[in-house]
């Protein structure tokens, strides 16, 4: 079992930043691909970004890339989104998610976090 927990989102300007973070429990959080997705209002949940389990592998969507980096702490049972040059679009639910492998996906994500709102103004 993984628990996931969010955090890290808010209110920004257009061109600014956030990070975000997910903070897992669990002696396993290592040995698991971790995931950012999205959900904005009315529109279905997107991938964003993910990463596999040492870190030496890092995959984005392309609305985001260039933009966004997504890193893990595995010491610390943690992964982050740094979300630069922020556009009104990126506006959502963030959530991180926990899978054996890398997807793309969600669906074969197994662990969810409880999502932390982003919103950009223009």
């Known amino acids: 079992q993984v628990q996931l927990v969010n955090s890290g989102g808010g209110l920004v300007q257009a061109g600014g930043s956030l990070r975000l973070s997910c903070a897992a429990s669990?002696?396993?959080?290592?040995?698991?691909?971790m995931g950012w997705f999205r959900q904005a209002p009315g529109k279905e949940r997107e991938f964003v970004a993910a990463?596999?389990?040492?870190?030496?592998?890092?995959y984005y969507a392309d609305s985001v890339k260039g933009r966004f980096t997504i890193s893990r702490d595995n010491a610390k049972n943690t992964v982050y989104l740094q979300m630069n040059s922020l556009k009104p679009e990126d506006t959502a639910v963030y959530y991180c998610?926990?899978?054996?492998?890398?997807?793309?996906?969600?669906?074969?994500?197994?662990?969810w976090g409880q999502g932390t709102q982003v919103t950009v103004s223009s």
């Open positions: 998610a926990a899978a054996k492998r890398v997807y793309s996906s969600g669906d074969e994500y197994d662990y």
């Open positions: 990463i596999s389990w040492n870190g030496r592998s890092t």
């Open positions: 669990g002696r396993t959080f290592s040995t698991y691909a």
